[in-house]
Each structure stands twice: as structure tokens, then as C-alpha cells.
């Protein structure tokens, strides 16, 4: 007897319910025919899921499955797991499956920081075989392989991208377009040569140069990008300017009505924070600017500066352990420095660090009516800023362990690790590659290291080796032998690579090679050595010179620099004599910039020349909290002050640039920028 249940067909006929439940199961029990998403899609799935439709797969769908895991993994950052799938794809692969992998391997070696490698596969690739998925992923690769140093070809690589991009990523895109074009030194956008059909391109060249010569004035800035955008209407950066240029259109100054000065004003640190406060007095009162020669109390040039009782390093990281005289034959050439801003109207108030707890403080500067605060100094209390929830504005007198982006925090201070990096700019400005850094054993010296390989990398450079220095009786017993040219490589934040031996051009983009184990060697016995970076006192760099001449043995001198903590009052002909050709850098107070303001705050001092620098910082930070809004929010704003000419970075950490001298025939004489 037939089954009461049966199907119709479409023919007509019927087929009983058990024969269509044995096909439905037969289909079922078959492995996967297909990837339920295409190779070149997004793979938003899970590696684990992706590995599974593998290996349940025939050899004509394996790879399409391998290709999507591999992709999972980099995403997932088992980047190890990655690789070793992508060894296991077979050879035999359609056209389509074989520019897919081509693609893939390029992603993972980006993962695996071989850039070379990356630039490599990345040639192997044609840009018109892909779709938009892919062209938006192969973009992508080049921009990582650049490593974020700026070239015409990363520009293009954003520019392409673009129009591939929707939502978040877009905007990402944009901002990372402009700071690539901001990174650009104005020689490098005067040789920029474009296509005639780059309008893109010129567009944004334009709203570069709008930036250039506006910058430092927010009302004309915001004038320029308007008529910009009238002009070019079609730009994506029209549509949606970056961030830092549509914080510019929104832009309001801070307030200054009421300053809330947060200072050491007692125990072992009370001496920095007098000093600091009598700077910004100095500054907010106008006094900076009306100083003038006192010839009943001139500071004596050849005084030896007095210590204080209180650690330094309890309150601040200055950038020399005593100080500086002014020049004693040539002076520098006078930095430009911003004439202070002078407001009858602000009220300051000054707050004990030393007494309350910080949150403590804030919370009664805010109830005293404050819109801003200046400090703390203390580098605990910086710290502790970072995790203290405030909706006042702040600009810290120390900077942070690690540096976080707050909307309402910039952060200033006199540290060696910020001259180290300037020093690391300017060597490379006189084209030296190969440096050699003598700091002091220990934390100290390791910090600073860091700090210059850091930035020596941010510029292009490659290995920095350093070597740790004894103490002055060390380095005495040492003399006869010298100081041999050699060293351990700074490992920076983000180590290259294995190493290849020439560097790979991709559409415009030049990826360095990363160095050798042979290159380290080289540099390590003397051999590629051209720059040394000297941090010591003043007695302690009197021996490392002559010992650094017996080095080289006949062969070229590398350039010798040192920081500003060798640099002290005191120092006679002999001294200046011995030190020939060594450049150093300095603020630009102690460095000749402003005779009269110099010679006043000395004799305020008594020639303690590292007070000194703490005033010049007050000063400093008076200019600074009338300009927190363009510091915070205006991307190159500048502000040349008596600690060097300032501007912050994305996180709105305060560098400075320095002005340098060089000691040449006893007299000492400014170093060309």
C-alpha cells in the first residue's frame, strides 16, 4: 500500500515522502562544494570555521578555504599560524586563486614586519586583475610597507585607497592622507613632480600649502580652507576635511580668565617651583619682554654655578645636571621668540602640590572658578594625571611614563629624553647615519637611548648603537686605551624585520632594507661610525674627547655632539680649546638669544644656572596657556619661547627644537639649522 503522504512534482507525478527524505539526507551528508563566500571577499568569519570548510573540502575549493583562514589568522594576530597555512595552499591554483595568494602572502609578511618581502610579493601583484576588496587590501599592504615614512608613492597609495573606503575607514583614510603631507619638509613639496591628470593629488598639495602659510593664525586658517574648499569642490578632503582641519573651522581659545598654578611651594622640590612660578610672574606681568641690562649685578660668565640642596630629579627632568653660561666670544644669532602675552585681566592662583592629594586639588580649582591649570611638576603626579577624570584644561610642567592622548591635557617639560630626539634631528639634518650615543649606565642613559633611536627611525634611520659610560674615575683609568667605536643596537618600539639586503621601490614607495647582523658588526668595530652623541657633565666630556680623537686612529673623525649637560658656567679658553668641533645644543636663553633677559635672571639666581632654566620654563608656560587651544587643537602651531621653539605632537606632548653652537679656534659660535 502506497504511503499516505507523497509529493507532486512538476510533471505531475507524485514521489512518496521516504524517497524524498533519503535525497535530502544523501545531500546533506556531502562535504561543502563551494566557499559560501568568495575568496577575495571580506573572510569576516572565524579562522577556526574557515580551517574546518578546508579540510572537509575537495583539492578544487581547499585552497579557496585555506586562503580565507589564512587571512582570519593575521586579523585574529596569530600571525605565526598564518604563515604556516599559507605554506600548506597547493601549487596548482586558478588565475584567480593565484593573485588572491600573491595578495595574502604579501599581508602576512606586512604582519610579519618583512617589509622588504612585503614590496616584494606586493610587485607580483596587478593592481587591474583585483577587485575593490582587493585593490582597497593591496593599498593597504603598500601603506604598511612604508612603515610610515612619507614619499610621493605613499600619497598615491592613500589617494588610490580612498574612493575603496566607506564610513570610519574613510575618515581614517583622510587623516592619514594629511599627517603623510604634513610629515613633508617643505624641500620635499618643492621637488614633488605630478601627472597632469593628478587632480586629486594637487588638490590636496594646495590645501597644503593653504596650511603652510596660515597656520600659526587660526582666523586666516580658517579662511584659507574655505576658499580651498570652493575650489575644489570634488576633493574627498572637501567632502570630509581631516580632523585636525575641521577642529580648525571649530575652533574657540581657551579661556585664561582664571589660572589655577600647581607648584612644589614646599619641601625639598619648593626651590624648582619658585623659580618656575617667578618665570610666569615674569612673563604675565610683561617684565620678560621690557628686560634690560643691570650693570650694578651682571652675571658673571666665568661663575661656577651653586647647587641646591633638593634632587633635580625629584621635580623635574632638566636636561642638564648643572648648567649654562651665555656664549663667551660669538654669541648665536637671536631666535625668534614669540613676544610674551601679557593679561591684566587673569587671575593666578598658586597650589601647594606638596599638601593635598592631586584629584584634591583639582576639584577645589575648579570650585575657585579655574578654566586652566598649570602643572603639576612632580613626574608621580603627571602620572597620576593621566587616570584623574577633570573637565579643566591642563598643561602639565613633566610628561608621562607613557604618553596618552587626552582631549584636555598638553605636557611640557625640560626633559633629556626631548633634547636626545631633537639631537637625533638635527644630526640627521647634517646628513650623519651611522651614530653612536655614549649615555650613562643605567635607567637614565636607557631612557634617553631610547628616545633618540626612536625618533632616529621616525626619519628613515637604522641601527643606533649606544654604549653606557663609568664614572669619571672609570673613564680616567681607562684614557690610555680610549673609547673604541663600538656598541649594543638601541632596540626601538618597533623593530624592523629580518633583514634584506637592498631595499624594494613599489609604486612610488621605497622600503628600506632592514641592517644586517654584518652592519652591526661594521658598526660595532668602528668602521661605519660617523656621529657620536655624547651625554656627560662638563669634567667627564674633558676626558671622553681626547679619547674619542685616539680612537680613529688616523682615520676621519666621526662628528662629535653632546648634550647640554656639558655645557656649564666656568668653562675657560682652555676648555673651548680642547673641545674643538664638538656641537651641542642648548635653550635658547643660555644660548645667546636674549643678553638682557639672560644677565636679569642670573643675578635673580645667583649664576645657579639651572634655576635659571626653570624660569625660562615658567616664562614658557605662561605663553603656552594662552596659546593651550592652538597647541591642543591646531596641527604645527608653533610657539618660540626661551626653551626652544615649541610645537606639540597628536598627543600634544610639547617638544622643542634647539638652537646649537660649536666650538671652533676657543670661541663657540651658532651651528646653521
Known amino acids: 500500500m502506497p504511503s499516505s ?72 594576530g596569530k600571525v605565526p599560524q598564518a604563515a604556516e597555512q599559507l605554506a600548506k595552499v597547493p601549487q596548482n591554483l586558478t588565475a584567480a586563486q593565484t593573485v588572491e595568494q600573491q595578495l595574502t602572502s604579501a599581508e602576512v609578511q606586512v604582519a610579519q614586519k618583512n617589509y622588504p618581502a612585503a614590496a616584494t610579493s606586493l610587485n607580483q601583484v596587478d593592481p587591474a586583475k583585483l577587485n575593490n576588496d582587493q585593490k582597497a587590501r593591496y593599498y593597504q599592504a603598500q601603506i604598511d610597507a612604508s612603515q610610515g615614512r612619507t ?37 620635499d613639496v618643492n621637488s614633488i613632480v605630478i601627472n597632469a591628470d593628478e587632480n586629486t593629488l594637487q588638490g590636496w598639495l594646495d590645501l597644503l600649502s593653504v596650511w603652510q602659510s596660515n597656520k600659526q593664525d587660526p582666523d586666516l586658517l580658517k579662511a584659507g580652507i574655505k576658499d580651498w574648499q570652493r575650489r575644489y569642490p570634488v576633493n574627498p578632503a572637501a567632502k570630509t576635511l581631516p580632523t585636525q582641519l575641521n577642529n580648525v573651522l571649530t575652533f574657540q581659545p581657551a579661556s585664561t580668565g582664571k589660572i589655577a598654578l600647581f607648584l612644589p611651594m614646599s619641601g625639598p622640590a619648593q626651590v624648582y617651583g619658585n623659580a618656575i612660578q617667578q618665570g610666569f610672574n615674569a612673563a604675565m606681568s610683561g617684565q620678560v619682554s621690557q628686560a634690560t641690562p643691570q ?75 579655574a578654566t586652566l591649570v598649570v602643572g603639576p611638576l612632580l613626574k608621580d603626579q603627571v602620572n597620576e594625571l593621566g587616570n584623574t577624570q577633570t573637565p579643566l584644561n591642563v598643561l602639565a610642567l613633566n610628561q608621562p611614563e607613557t604618553e596618552k592622548n587626552s582631549p584636555n591635557i598638553c605636557y611640557f617639560a625640560l626633559s633629556p629624553e626631548d633634547e636626545a630626539q631633537d639631537a637625533a634631528r638635527h644630526m ?38 649606544k654604549q653606557g659610560l663609568g664614572s669619571a674615575g672609570e673613564l680616567r683609568s681607562s684614557i690610555g686605551s ?23 621601490t613599489i609604486g612610488g614607495i621605497t622600503i628600506p632594507a632592514p641592517p644586517t647582523d ?42 662629535v655632539y653632546a648634550s647640554s649637560r656639558s655645557y656649564q658656567a666656568g668653562a675657560g679658553p682652555d676648555y673651548r680649546l680642547e673641545m674643538e668641533g664638538v656641537e651641542f645644543s642648548d635653550i635658547p636663553l643660555l644660548a645667546g638669544s636674549n643678553p638682557a633677559l639672560m644677565q636679569q635672571a642670573a643675578a635673580k639666581f645667583g649664576n645657579d644656572y639651572s634655576l635659571v632654566r626653570l624660569y625660562a620654563m615658567g616664562i614658557d608656560a605662561w605663553s603656552l596657556a594662552n596659546h593651550f587651544s592652538q597647541m591642543r587643537t591646531l596641527p604645527g602651531f608653533q610657539v618660540s619661547g626661551s626653551t626652544g621653539d615649541l610645537s606639540a605632537n597628536a598627543n600634544c606632548v610639547i617638544h622643542r627644537k634647539l638652537p646649537w653652537l660649536q666650538y671652533r679656534q676657543g670661541s663657540l659660535v651658532p651651528v646653521s639649522s
Not at 21 to 48: F, I, K, R, W, Y
Not at 154 to 159: C, G, N, Q, S
Not at 320 to 332: L, M, R, S, V
Not at 527 to 553: C, F, H
Request: charged share 15%; glycine share 8%.
Open 518 to 559: 654584518a652592519q652591526i658588526v661594521q658598526g660595532s668595530t668602528g668602521g661605519a661610525v660617523d656621529s657620536v652623541y655624547v651625554v656627560a657633565t662638563q669634567g667627564e666630556l674633558t676626558l671622553i674627547k681626547p679619547m674619542l680623537d685616539l680612537a680613529v686612529n688616523g682615520r676621519s673623525h666621526p662628528s
Open 151 to 187: 614619499s610621493l608613492g605613499l600619497i598615491r597609495a592613500y589617494i588610490a585607497q580612498e574612493p575603496l573606503l566607506q564610513g570610519q575607514l574613510h575618515q581614517t583614510n583622510i587623516d592619514e592622507t594629511w599627517t603623510a603631507l604634513t610629515k613633508m619638509s617643505p624641500q
Open 428 to 465: 640627521w639634518a647634517e646628513q650623519k647615519r651611522s651614530p653612536l650615543l655614549l649615555v650613562p649606565r643605567g635607567a637614565f642613559g636607557d631612557r634617553i637611548a631610547q628616545a633618540f633611536a626612536n625618533e632616529w627611525q621616525k626619519l628613515g634611520g637604522q641601527t643606533v648603537l
Open 482 to 504: 680610549g673609547i673604541r667605536l663600538t656598541g649594543t643596537p638601541v632596540t626601538t618600539s618597533d623593530s624592523a624585520a629580518p633583514a634584506q639586503a637592498q631595499g624594494v
Open 295 to 369: 650693570p650694578a649685578t651682571p652675571a658673571d660668565p666665568n661663575a661656577q654655578p651653586q647647587t641646591t640642596q633638593a634632587d633635580p630629579n625629584a621635580a623635574v627632568s632638566t636636561s642638564a645636571q648643572d648648567a649654562a653660561a651665555q656664549p663667551q666670544t660669538t654669541p648665536a644669532q637671536p631666535a625668534t621668540v614669540a613676544a610674551p602675552v601679557i593679561s591684566s585681566n587673569a587671575q593666578v592662583k598658586v597650589y601647594d602640590t606638596n599638601g593635598q592629594p592631586l584629584a584634591a586639588l583639582l576639584t577645589q580649582a575648579q570650585q575657585d572658578g
Open 5 to 76: 503522504m507523497t509529493f507532486r512534482t512538476r510533471s505531475g507525478r507524485l514521489l512518496p515522502a521516504i524517497i524524498v527524505a533519503m535525497l535530502l539526507a544523501s545531500c546533506s551528508g556531502q562535504a561543502p562544494q563551494a566557499p559560501t563566500e568568495s575568496v577575495q571577499g571580506a573572510a569576516s568569519g572565524s579562522s577556526d570555521y574557515y580551517l574546518q570548510q578546508a579540510q572537509q573540502s575537495g583539492d578544487d575549493n581547499k585552497a579557496d578555504w585555506q586562503l580565507l583562514a589564512v587571512r582570519a589568522l593575521i586579523r585574529e
